[in-house]
């Protein structure tokens, strides 16, 4: 079975500045999907980037990058200016692109509480 | 707004009660999903259904039921209410499942008193 670890309960950053948060995660599969999700004090879950394993190039989306070595089964999210606003619970989640069981959901990881001092 | 609904967004009820969640997906999604997050367990998957049939199941305990209607929302119910199954309960809906992104409800509160 896959699992996901996140080895962070917290960090903190100062704003304006940069961040990184760690994933490791286990699987024997070839083929599969990373994420990253936020979920501020509103308990909405929000999903900030995406990462196709089968795709080299890490995933960018605005102030948020990934570092994604396949090899080292390491998914790593960089904020970066980083915003009163980014403070929330990040959680990294794998899916499976097989049904069946319980593939083609997310499994997560425990989270990693990102505080932002100004 | 992620255009996935669920109601209610709080919810107390007593120890071996019975309740109904309801989670309407975004507009053209066939799958939804359903998720438990508790503080000792995380986020852990419950049932998947994708266009009215079950497709995955995880964690989810007998005394839980799900169900996909032909208008595509779903319900989630959860018989004979123990303290331990307080928790925030997320639907989430994605076009196929397979190889998109899963967009977020705000989530039920649920408390067990």
């Known amino acids: 079975a896959q699992t996901v670890t996140q080895s962070q309960p917290e960090m903190s950053v100062q704003e304006a500045e940069t961040v990184t948060l760690s994933c490791t995660y286990d699987?024997?599969?070839?083929?599969?999907?990373l994420f990253w999700y936020k979920q501020p004090p509103s308990r909405q879950m929000i999903l900030v980037i995406r990462?196709?394993?089968?795709?080299?190039q890490n995933a960018t989306e605005n102030r948020f990058s990934v570092n994604f070595q396949k090899a080292a089964k390491s998914f790593s999210l960089k904020i970066s200016d980083s915003q009163l606003g980014d403070a929330a619970m990040y959680f990294c989640?794998?899916?499976?692109?097989?049904?069946?069981?319980?593939?083609?959901?997310?499994?997560f990881g425990k989270g990693t509480k990102l505080s932002v001092k100004p | 707004d992620s255009g996935v609904t669920q109601t209610p967004k709080h919810l107390i009820t007593a120890t071996g009660q019975r309740v109904t969640l309801r989670c309407s997906p975004r507009?053209?999604?066939?799958?939804v999903y359903w998720y438990q997050q508790s503080l000792d367990q995380g986020l852990q998957f419950l049932i998947q259904?994708?266009?009215?049939?079950?497709?995955a199941k995880g964690n989810i305990l007998e005394r839980f039921s799900a169900q996909q209607f032909p208008d595509l929302h779903s319900e989630l119910n959860l018989s004979s209410l123990e303290l331990g199954d307080s928790a925030l309960y997320f639907c989430?809906?994605?076009?196929?499942?397979?190889?998109?992104?899963?967009?977020f409800g705000q989530g039920t509160r649920l408390t067990v008193v």
């Open positions: 989430a809906s994605s076009v196929a499942g397979i190889n998109t992104e899963a967009f």
């Open positions: 699987t024997s599969e070839s083929d599969y999907y």
């Open positions: 990462q196709e394993a089968y795709k080299q």
């Open positions: 989640a794998y899916r499976s692109p097989r049904y069946g069981g319980s593939q083609g959901n997310l499994i």
């Open positions: 507009s053209g999604d066939l799958s």
């Open positions: 259904y994708y266009n009215g049939e079950e497709r």
